[in-house]
């Protein structure tokens, strides 16, 4: 019990002690607070320090302790404090812990000791900042790649000014070097220059008086001159309105005959145009008969000029089938009856053209001594393909065939000289019926003379004989290269066989010895494993398979193909628009004179003689002042439109 008692009387001294730590500390950091208030304000005597200390507390018996503490507070203000030696240890010593049992740190101790803390921070941060170090230089291939990253940064910035500008000149169609030339001159209209003309001259000045004075000057005011309105009013109104009424007739008709001419031209039927030509000579026919009764000097020169066209015309060979026109017809003719009708209008037209008129009775003797002659002349040479035998087979027979044709041209002649005697005695009687056979029959003694002797035939024939068997080698030889291109069908099947076989795909052996396997010489590859790595080409279907008489070769055309496009040209973008273009032809012969010089026209030209310089900045100043009016009348019709 009394160990009881001794421990709850110190508990109890230690709580009060306790009590009293705490409450000086409190009052110290108060007091602290207080004296630092007083520096910073200005202060009049120490009397302020005591009245304060002495609101500190109401116990009279610790106003001793804490007046002496005052006073060397006071004291310690303006000293420096003594520096003392300490050291560093992982411990900490118990001593430093003043907290006592059933004390509690407030928030408001914590902010008071951070504004302490971070004023004497900020004051060690200035010193070392003032007393730091320069930074160690740069190394001479980072400077150069700063320097260059600046430069390039520069560069950059100064190059995509002209970035619109080049898409503009790229997206071109055409482009005239060189671009820095001012823009061609601009010509002022008529009105414009007249507004500026002043005469200098004499005679200019005289001229621009009487031009001036005309009544005859038209003006933006007024629609008529003075000239037609003093006309106007010299008309009445009925005669101005029946001219008017008469000029619109006049047009009218006109504008009626184009438009009939127009819709005429367009047809494209050949009837039509055929029908049309026979209704214009039926006119000309009529208006040439009316003529002849009216003026018949007027209708003698039509007919002079008339027999001149058909002159013309029978020496010329229009009305010959021998033209493209006919010819194509006469193809047509077979099914279409338009084409016949039009082939025998032609031919029709071609007898009256060239039937001749009716020669005199002196042209008949000429006309009978030709057919005559050609009579004559056909049956000797029917004569001479009966008894006629190859030269080739006996050489020396023609000497003697030679004579035969002199001798029975001799004859004919005589003969044909006898009738020619005959028919001019009997002009005025009946025709004559000649037989030709009498004037063709030959006599044995000529054929006698021009083969003297039988034996000398036959030594003539053996001596043949023995020439032709020496010639059977030469001829079999002949022979055989004559007809050496019958086998002509198994010669084109090896032919095609061979050009299928070097134009099939091979396959592609891509076996290496020592891969997988032993390598060197003497060594026996596998079979097996070369089909493995053998690449097998795709097999594909020839256009000629069945076609056993065509050769169609799949080989690749270099010509061609470096004509072949293997990418898209610069401004398309898609295939299908690149090939339009492309399809499209581009001749005179299917475009107009104006299309054809728009596509054709070069994508750049340059002026002779003429040095091309860079541009320069005006020519983008120029070119971002154009771009930008564009823009605005963009701008304007847009907002009209709305």
Not at 30 to 43: A, D, H, I, M, T
Not at 341 to 357: H, P
Not at 429 to 454: H, T, V
Request: charged letters at 40%.
């Amino acid at each position: 019990r009394d160990k009881r008692c001794r421990l709850l009387a110190s508990r109890e001294a230690a709580r009060n002690s306790r009590a009293v730590d705490i409450r000086k500390t409190f009052f110290k950091m108060k007091f602290k607070n207080k004296v630092l208030q007083s520096l910073n304000e200005p202060c009049s005597s120490e009397d302020t320090f005591l009245r304060d200390a002495e609101e500190l507390g109401d116990d009279d018996d610790e106003f001793d302790a804490r007046h002496s503490q005052l006073l060397e507070s006071i004291a310690a203000l303006n000293r420096r404090p003594k520096e003392r030696r300490t050291e560093a240890s992982a411990t900490i010593s118990e001593h430093n812990l003043n907290s006592t049992l059933g004390s509690k740190l407030k928030v408001h101790e914590l902010i008071k000791t951070a504004k302490d803390s971070t004023d004497s921070i900020k004051k060690q941060f200035r010193k070392v900042e003032k007393k730091r170090l320069l930074n160690v230089p740069l190394v001479k291939p980072v400077v150069e790649k700063i320097t260059r990253q600046t430069n390039y940064a520069v560069a950059s910035k100064e190059v995509s000014k002209w970035n619109s500008l080049v898409e503009a000149n790229r997206n071109a169609d055409q482009l005239e070097f060189p671009l820095n030339e001012p823009s061609a001159l601009r010509m002022d209209s008529s009105q414009e220059f007249v507004k500026r003309f002043k005469p200098s001259t004499d005679l200019e000045v005289e001229v621009h008086s009487l031009l001036s004075t005309s009544a005859n000057n038209l003006s933006s005011e007024r629609v008529l001159t003075e000239a037609e309105e003093k006309l106007l009013k010299a008309v009445s109104l009925e005669e101005a309105r029946s001219r008017h009424k008469e000029l619109q007739r006049m047009r009218a008709l006109l504008s009626f005959q184009a438009a009939k001419m127009k819709r005429q031209k367009k047809i494209k039927s050949k009837t039509y145009h055929r029908l049309l030509k026979k209704d214009k000579l039926r006119k000309q026919l009529k208006e040439f008969e009316e003529l002849k009764e009216k003026a018949p000097e007027e209708a003698l020169k039509k007919l002079e000029e008339l027999d001149k066209l058909r002159a013309m015309e029978r020496a010329s060979l229009k009305h010959k089938n021998t033209g493209k026109w006919a010819k194509q017809n006469l193809l047509r003719a077979k099914h279409d009856k338009t084409a016949r009708d039009a082939l025998s209008q032609q031919v029709e037209l071609s007898k009256q053209l060239t039937q001749r008129q009716a020669v005199p009775e002196a042209m008949e003797e000429e006309k009978v001594e030709n057919l005559f002659e050609k009579e004559v002349a056909t049956e000797t040479t029917k004569e001479e393909e009966k008894n006629y035998e190859p030269v080739d087979v006996n050489p020396w027979l023609r000497n003697a065939r030679e004579a035969l044709k002199a001798k029975q041209k001799a004859d004919n002649k005589n003969n044909f000289s006898n009738s020619n005697n005959d028919l001019k005695g009997e002009q005025d009687g009946e025709e004559l019926a000649l037989d030709p056979n009498k004037f063709l029959i030959l006599k044995s003694k000529n054929l006698k003379s021009s083969f003297p002797n039988l034996e000398e035939n036959l030594a003539i024939n053996e001596q043949a004989e023995n020439m032709s068997e020496d010639d059977d080698d030469e001829q079999k030889q002949l022979i055989k290269e004559a007809f050496a291109e019958d086998d002509v069908i198994n010669h084109f099947k090896e032919e095609k066989k061979d050009i299928i076989e070097k134009e099939r795909p091979k396959d592609i052996n891509l076996y290496l010895p020592g891969w997988g396997s032993w390598g060197g010489a003497g060594i026996q590859t596998n079979v097996e494993k070369q089909k493995a790595f053998t690449r097998k080409a795709p097999k594909s279907k020839r256009k000629d398979n069945n076609l056993g008489n065509v050769i169609i070769s799949e080989k690749k055309d270099d010509v061609i193909s470096k004509y072949m496009a293997k990418d898209l040209p610069f401004p398309f973008t898609n295939v299908s628009e690149f090939e339009k273009r492309v399809r499209n032809p581009i001749g005179p012969n299917w475009n107009s004179e104006i299309a054809f010089r728009s596509m054709t026209e070069p994508k750049v030209l340059t002026k002779m003689g003429k040095v091309i310089e860079p541009m320069s900045k005006e020519v983008l100043i120029n070119y971002k002042i154009e771009s930008e009016k564009k823009r605005l009348m963009k701008l304007e019709d847009i907002v009209s439109l709305e």
